[in-house]
């Protein structure tokens, strides 16, 4: 499934939008909402998601200028801009800034809304190993709020050198409790998640950056290099050089 982001200051405008069709069975879900666009720069990173739908009129940041600042990170990033009648002006200008399409606020029907989606699966590459990352999101409002709290700052950090006893002392709460918890409620440990993750966000930068191996193992938080070898030889089958000379 794709990830998507609502944009807009107007709170009724977001709850129509996810209450208008049953996301689920489009191929796409809520990921997160953000009220202006400095609000949706700052979890962008953390969310990366597939589509953003984004207001053309908000404080702060408007959605043209969250688009040119996201656009500048991500020149493939797709946007559907949603614009009031009286700014169909602004819709057209973010059109040739290359939004892919857009919605007028005031009249916005289930059909268009379908429409457009199907229309956004094509332009969008084929759901691969991200959407790892993207089914947490969707579980998240299946867990307690304790274990949401954790497995959101696992998304956020799991870069960075965390690990179970890190993220015990974050949250005050005993290791071997956050432990149990944690694994009834995901399925899976937070050891396993926290991996998993890492060995995805490898993947994605043997595939799309320059970036040397080591420079990989760095960035997405393995602290052993062995300990990476072993457990991408494991994911892939392969070693991360011939992974990526075998997408070349």
Known sequence: MYSVMLVDDEQPAR???KLLIEWEKTGFFIACEAVDGNDALAK???YQPDL???DIQMPVMDGLALMEKIRDENPEQLFIIVSCYEFFGYARTALKLGAFDYLIKDSISQSDLL???EKAKEK???VD???RKNKYFMDMLSYSPRIQKVLEYIL???ENDINLDSLARVFSIHKVHLARTFKEETGESA???ILSLRLEKAKQLLADSTLTVTEIIESTGFNNSQNFYVHFKKLTGSSPLDYRNALK
């Open 129 to 131: 190993s991200i959407e």
């Open 44 to 46: 962008y990173p953390i």
């Open 115 to 117: 429409d457009i989606l």
């Open 124 to 126: 969008l590459p084929p």
């Open 15 to 17: 709850e129509l939008l």
């Open 52 to 54: 953003i739908i984004a």
């Open 156 to 158: 956020q950090n799991y």
């Open 191 to 193: 050891y396993d998640v």
